[in-house]
């Protein structure tokens, strides 16, 4: 029923001057109070080879004993180790984390080095994304975790950057705020040092490496900020030990031919890094991560999972739009995908079945070839039988005729041969003998034949 | 994807972390306490040489903030004639109010709700502040003011609806206007008796969606008793029909705040009185009404409690406000649109790009709402 008529008042504000005190000065105030209770957070990432002194020099930066231990050198990948802790200074709790590279610039074949130092600030990057694009999400109290400084170890070698040091910072500067320090400095001499900073300065600007400006745009720090931009990279030594100076004890590092006080700042740059880390940058080191290297990181991953702000007709997409159709597309794909492996099952099925009946019916082809060679030669043994048979009968029959016939031949005989006898030759005699022993002999080979 | 990669080596990386161990070591750094927070800079010579500077932070972040500046965005609602243009005009101390910008020449009841919001920049003391008055001439002012709630109700939704797609884009600005409504401020006229129908109504609807902070309009015509009685009884109406007004008490972090926060609750509504003429009392000049029977001074707290309202709202508890909108409402709004959109026609939760967790408990809280567009 009703309707609402938006009518927006200039979007230009218009510049207001106020007749009384208002009190809302303090707001800055109360900003501060909450950011007090809920408490800061600050990483940073050392790299840097075995030895160089990154764990001393964070014990010199935050006055505490961490409690690292040394490593070995013969680590064979590069490990990185985090360790968080809870300091307190005043009313102001900060939770730091301080990852250390272990092993770094240790093995035969460097090539990997850098790889897993980038994988770690990118997976500290997603879980910051993965968590603010949760449907119920906490970001206020999300441990941040992403890195907000990193301190490059330069070893001082006195004469340039090594290759793998230029490799590296060259990966890392779109991602996290470098800040290059020379490590060990008191091995340089004031006039090496001098020209070993222009030289690395000029190295990472010819090769194109960002390292972390201070920021100049704030009158109030602008000044320091641009003389130490002057000063990068710093000079740093790091002690945990104290020595007796006058009637002070001191950080140092005593040596018989004099001694390195930490905090002097004729003899290394360390209270300057340790005020434009901390006293006058901090926060500006944790915006620069997060509206700059953190967004960076964001739109890359969004884009490469396909979400586009505009679409083909350079209209404005929504993310839910894009989401939606991916989300199709994908349902669209796995369905596509199971059809073809169910048709592939089928299609597999169906071969081995085509393959077994073949085999089936040549068993069954050979079985019926072996039952009629079996029948063919039963009835050729029959037939063989059958004939022997014939010929035992024939035989048997001739026999009986033979014997039949023998015997009427022998009366016959018998008679002749008084007739003959007087006449015959003992050769006849000698003949009827051999043909009653033929006979004989027949009739015992026909015994024999029957008894087969 | 490179997500299989990445795992495989943070496996890595894991099986060598000495555990993320928090040490709760409270290294105190034994820093004797500084009189003032350090020089932007100044090198510590002759002081502690155990003075580390994370306190520095505290200066740092300020600097910040006053660099920035402030945005706010109060909206006033109520019936016409109740004096709210004034009573913006005095709790800022200059004619912030849309009846000073747009000159009326006469004063008509819109026929329909509108909604007008002004910006004004203003600036005390090197802190400058974006403040944005969105005013709604014509709630309650019709025959049949049924569903008066909806087109402010639609507006703070559109605020929100605004901050989220710029939050939601592949390529965002550095720093995200934000023209969210933080407080909404409700005007109650002094009968005396207690809430009426139409501000239980728009009360209860609009507790949920945004930090309501009830005032009674006009108090000079109550004596003392009266509007004491009337306090209560708009007290216990709240509390009866289950409207959380700010400072709302499941946002309490923790036993201070509560201590507070109860003291404020005993006094809401505040009973007040504007007014942006000066008059000369005892010699001072001072922000009142002249009437024959004799000069309310506006900030006198035997008169009104104007002052307390100006010190909760710009004072001591404006941050708090802020950070209630946009952690809470906020995050409460965008919950339910991102479920609205992300469902699956078969209504369950989708699991791929957006997880959804366990959310913290206030907000939790919030999760069994009906809203209604």
Partial sequence: ?452 | MSDSKVTAHLDGIISDFEGSEVNPSHSNMSAPPHPQPPAKGASHGTGDFSYVGIDAILEQMRRKAMKQGFELNIMIVGQSGLGKSTLMNTLFKSKVSRKSVVSNPEERIPKTIEIKSISHDIEEKGVRMKLTVIDTPGFGDHINNENCWQPIMKFINDQYEQYLQEEINIDRKKRIPDSRVHCCMYFIPPTGHCLRPLDVEFMSRLSKVVNIVPVIAKADTLTLEERDFFKQTIREGLRANGIDVYPQKEFDEDADDRMINDKIREMIPFAVVGSDQEYQVNGKRLLGRKTKWGTIEVENIAHCEFAYLRDLLIRTHMQNIKDITSSIHYEVYRVRRLNETNAQPNGQPPNTLVNPQQANGAAAQHQVLTHEM
């Fill in chain 1, 1 to 452: 029923m009703t309707t609402s008529d938006i009518a927006q008042g200039d979007k230009n504000a218009r510049p207001l001057s106020l007749s009384g005190h208002v009190g809302f000065d303090s707001l800055p105030h109360q900003l501060v109070n909450k950011s007090t209770c809920q408490g800061f957070c600050f990483n940073i990432l050392c790299i840097g080879e075995t030895g160089i002194g990154k764990s001393t020099l964070m014990d010199t930066l935050f006055n505490t004993n961490f409690e690292n231990f040394e490593s070995s050198h013969f680590e064979p990948k590069v490990k990185l180790r985090a360790q968080t802790y809870d300091l307190q200074e005043s009313n102001v709790r900060l939770k730091l984390t301080i990852v250390n590279t272990v092993g770094f610039g240790d093995q035969m074949n460097k090539q990997e080095s850098y790889q897993h130092v980038v994988d770690y600030i990118d997976t500290q990057f997603e879980s910051y994304l993965q968590e603010e694009l949760k449907i119920k999400r906490s970001l206020h109290n999300y441990h941040d975790s992403r890195i907000h400084a990193c301190l490059y170890f330069i070893a001082p070698s006195g004469h340039s950057l090594k290759s793998l040091d230029l490799v590296t910072m060259k990966k890392l500067d779109s991602k996290v705020n470098i800040i290059p320090v020379i490590a060990k400095a008191d091995t340089i001499s004031k006039s090496e040092l001098h020209k070993f900073k222009i030289k690395i300065m000029s190295e990472l600007v010819s090769n194109g490496v960002q390292i972390y400006q201070f920021p100049t745009d704030d009158e109030t720090v602008s000044k320091i900020n641009t003389a130490m931009n002057g000063i990068l990279p710093f000079a740093v030594v790091g002690s945990s030990e104290e020595v007796k100076i006058g009637n002070k004890m001191v950080k140092a590092r005593q040596y018989p031919w004099g001694v390195v006080q930490v905090e002097n700042e004729n003899h290394c740059d360390f209270v300057k890094l340790r005020e434009m880390l901390i006293c006058v940058n901090m926060e500006d080191l944790r915006e620069q991560t997060h509206t700059r290297h953190y967004e960076l990181y964001r739109r890359c991953k969004l884009e490469e999972m396909g979400f586009t702000d505009t679409n083909p007709e350079s209209k404005p997409v929504s993310l839910q739009e894009t989401y939606e159709a991916k989300r199709h597309e994908f349902l669209g794909d796995l369905q596509r995908r199971e059809e073809e492996m169910r048709q592939m099952f089928v299609q597999r099925v169906k071969e081995k079945e085509t393959e077994l009946k073949e085999a089936e019916r040549e068993l069954q082809g050979k079985f019926e070839q072996l039952k009629r060679l079996h029948s063919e030669e039963k009835s050729k043994l029959d037939e063989k039988r059958r004939s022997l048979e014939d010929e035992i009968n024939t035989f048997s029959k001739k026999k009986a005729a033979a014997e039949l016939l023998q015997g009427q031949s022998f009366n016959t005989n018998a008679n002749l041969k008084k007739d003959k006898d007087r006449k015959k030759s003992p050769e006849m005699e000698a003949k009827d003998v051999n043909l009653t022993c033929d006979e004989a002999t027949n009739q015992n080979h026909n015994c024999c034949f029957r008894n087969l």
